[in-house]
C-alpha cells in the first residue's frame, strides 16, 4: 500500500505545525509557501512546541510557490484565512484527484459547503484547531497549547442539498 500524499495550502503556523507532524509521521507531505518560500528553501521549516520540536531541513522538505507544481493529493490541507478563500481555485484545483480529501483547518465556519459545490465534491472536513501558534520569522512558528484534531464536520452533498453529520473520532497526527 502506497502512502497517501498530503498538501498543505497555507504554510504558517498552522499549516506548518500540522504539516510539520504528518511529516515527521512518515506521510508524504507537500508544503505550499507564499513569502517564506525561498528561506524555507535554504533553511528549512521549524516548528517550537511543548509536544517536542518538529523541524524538516531544506534537503528534506517538499517546497513550492506554485500549487501547480505540486503532485495530486490524497488529502489537502487548507490552512489559509478564509479571507483568502477567493484563491482556492486555483490553488487546490491543480491539487484534486477524483477521491481527494479536501480538509479546511480555518476559522470561521460555513466555507465547507462552499468549497464542496465549487469543486463538486462529495464531502470535505473541516478541522477544529485547539492550537495556540504563531509565525515568529520565516520559516518558524511556536505552539504553545494543546493541538490536535479532535473532530471533523463533513459536509455531503446529496442531490443538491446539504446533509451534515459529526465525525467523532480522532484525526491522528
Not at 499549516?15 to 513569502?35: P, Q, T
Not at 505552539?143 to 446539504?162: D, G, N
Amino acid at each position: 500500500m502506497s502512502k497517501k500524499v498530503f498538501a498543505v495550502i497555507g504554510t504558517g503556523a498552522i499549516g506548518g505545525y500540522y504539516g510539520a507532524r504528518l511529516h515527521h509521521g512518515g506521510h508524504d507531505v507537500h508544503f505550499l509557501f507564499n513569502s517564506d518560500y525561498q528561506h524555507v528553501c535554504n533553511q528549512g521549516l521549524r516548528v517550537d512546541s511543548h509536544y517536542g520540536d518538529y523541524s524538516i531541513t531544506a534537503n528534506d522538505i517538499n517546497a513550492y510557490d506554485k500549487s501547480a507544481d505540486m503532485p495530486k493529493a490524497d488529502v489537502i490541507l487548507v490552512a489559509l484565512k478564509t479571507t483568502q478563500n477567493h484563491l482556492l481555485e486555483a490553488l487546490i484545483r491543480p491539487l484534486l484527484k477524483p477521491d481527494t480529501l479536501v480538509m479546511l483547518l480555518q476559522n470561521g465556519i460555513g466555507a465547507e459547503q462552499e468549497v464542496a459545490k465549487t469543486f463538486n465534491l462529495p464531502y470535505v472536513g473541516g478541522g477544529l484547531c485547539f492550537i495556540c501558534s504563531n509565525k515568529v520569522a520565516p520559516g518558524i512558528s511556536t505552539t504553545s497549547i494543546m493541538a490536535e484534531l479532535p473532530s471533523a464536520f463533513m459536509v455531503k452533498m446529496e442531490s443538491h442539498r446539504w446533509s451534515h453529520s459529526l465525525k467523532t473520532s480522532p484525526i491522528a497526527v
